[in-house]
């Protein structure tokens, strides 16, 4: 399996562009997670999954932020529009299902600047 | 809220010496994770534990859950260049919640 899939590993676009992070989850995985990463606030849950049920987005941050999972193997978050204290490392992770002693797998990420 | 607290925040060491690093919960964990995050790459998960008190080994790391289910430690045995990366501690409920982290150095 080649495991959780993020693109693009690098984003920069200008402040009030629309900005589009996609996810492949790991196959047969029920729950698919978002978070974001900063120096200031380390990793935080923006919004999970589960069986392509929205079920916990109390870590959107705003309006602004939204996600979808219209398939087993295919989520977004959009960001629309973009601001600089977006600025972060967004990642991407599935597990076989909530709380799953086997762990949950993160991509790699994706690198956002805003300028 | 659950709140995590890892120390310490920063660590840099010499290769071949010993280490600690914890994780305190504000409340009881559901089961709790460690991850190693490398520069650029997620975190990879390293080891679950359920059980207070229970103790794992993973080559020369020795991961420990205190009796009561509210704090971890994590001890690197002789530890080496590779080790170096940003250690993070969760607990494993039903939404995957992050300490900050222990960010470990290790100097050749």
């Known amino acids: 399996d080649a495991g959780v899939i993020q693109s693009p590993r690098h984003e920069v676009t200008e402040m009030g562009q629309e900005v589009t992070l996609r996810c492949k989850p790991i196959?047969?995985?029920?729950?698919l997670f978002w978070y974001r990463q900063t120096m200031m606030r380390g990793l935080e849950l923006l919004i999970y999954?589960?069986?392509?049920?929205?079920?916990?987005d109390s870590g959107m941050p705003e309006d602004r932020f939204s996600a979808k999972m219209p398939n087993a193997s295919f989520s977004t978050l959009k960001i629309q529009p973009s601001e600089p204290r977006d600025s972060a490392v967004y990642f991407c992770?599935?597990?076989?299902?909530?709380?799953?002693?086997?762990?949950?797998?993160f991509g790699s990420g994706t690198r956002l600047t805003v300028v | 809220t659950q709140l995590l607290e890892q120390s310490p925040q920063f660590l840099s060491i010499q290769e071949g010496e010993n280490l600690t690093v914890y994780c305190n919960s504000s409340?009881?964990?559901?089961?709790l994770q460690w991850y190693r995050q490398e520069p650029g790459e997620g975190p990879v998960l390293l080891v679950t534990?359920?059980?207070?008190?229970e103790v794992k080994k993973l080559k020369r790391l020795t991961f420990q859950f205190g009796d009561a289910r509210k704090d971890s430690s994590l001890h690197i045995t002789a530890a080496q260049p590779g080790d170096t990366g940003l250690y993070l501690c969760?607990?494993?409920?039903?939404?995957?919640?992050f300490g900050e982290g222990t960010q470990l150095t290790v100097n050749p």
């Open positions: 992770a599935s597990s076989p299902f909530p709380g799953s002693g086997d762990g949950y797998t």
């Open positions: 196959s047969g995985h029920n729950s």
């Open positions: 999954f589960n069986n392509n049920v929205p079920i916990d």
């Open positions: 409340s009881v964990f559901s089961s």
């Open positions: 534990v359920v059980t207070g008190g």
């Open positions: 969760a607990d494993s409920g039903s939404r995957l919640t």
